[in-house]
């Protein structure tokens, strides 16, 4: 083992994957790139770390509403390039080439490209360290999509995709919630 600096310490369990979120305020849309983000629970509720620095904040405390867009590698440099633009002045969907749709409950738009989408509505703000309480409303998944592997941030640049899946479902049946 080799020390590893403490600011670096986030690396070493980099929430994932990155996601998509989107806002629409009037008719103002935008989305910004996020992967400090987690599941608070089975409801499903949400959290993620944003604040005033991000251009889509204000729609986003506005309208109450947004959502998250799960996309797959192939998309990587456009996740990328959305988090390197700011949508002050760039029409991030018109740059990146995506497909804005129409949702079921919230103005915020669905990522066409994107494996899956959700719909949510901002339930709480802590203001420090920057934490939004989402609350989802309605999911969205393309079944028919070929590429699934989600990509994690490593907080230096640099990505993982997600591999091949190893089920315990057997094992764990005991703990999941009926349904699962």
Do not use: Q
């Amino acid at each position: 083992m080799r020390e590893l600096p403490i600011e670096k310490a986030f690396m070493l369990i980099e929430p994932g994957p990155v996601v998509l979120v989107t806002t629409a305020d009037g008719g103002k849309r935008n989305i910004m790139t996020i992967s400090w983000h987690m599941v608070v629970d089975f409801t499903p509720v949400f959290a993620m770390t944003t604040g005033a620095w991000n251009y889509s904040f204000a729609a986003l405390m506005k309208t109450k509403e947004c959502v998250l867009a799960i996309p797959t590698v192939d998309l990587s440099e456009k996740v990328v390039g959305i988090g390197s633009c700011s949508g002050s002045d760039t029409d991030k969907f018109a740059k990146f080439g995506l497909t804005a749709v129409k949702g079921k409950s919230v103005d915020a738009p669905l990522i066409a490209e994107c494996l899956g989408n959700i719909e949510c509505r901002v339930v709480d703000y802590v203001e420090n360290p920057g934490i939004v309480i989402l609350r989802g409303v309605n999911a969205w998944i393309d079944p028919d999509r070929k590429e699934r592997r989600a990509i994690h941030a490593n907080g230096d640049g640099t990505f993982a995709a997600d591999g091949g899946v190893i089920s315990h479902r057997e094992l764990m049946k005991a703990k999941l919630p009926p349904g699962v």
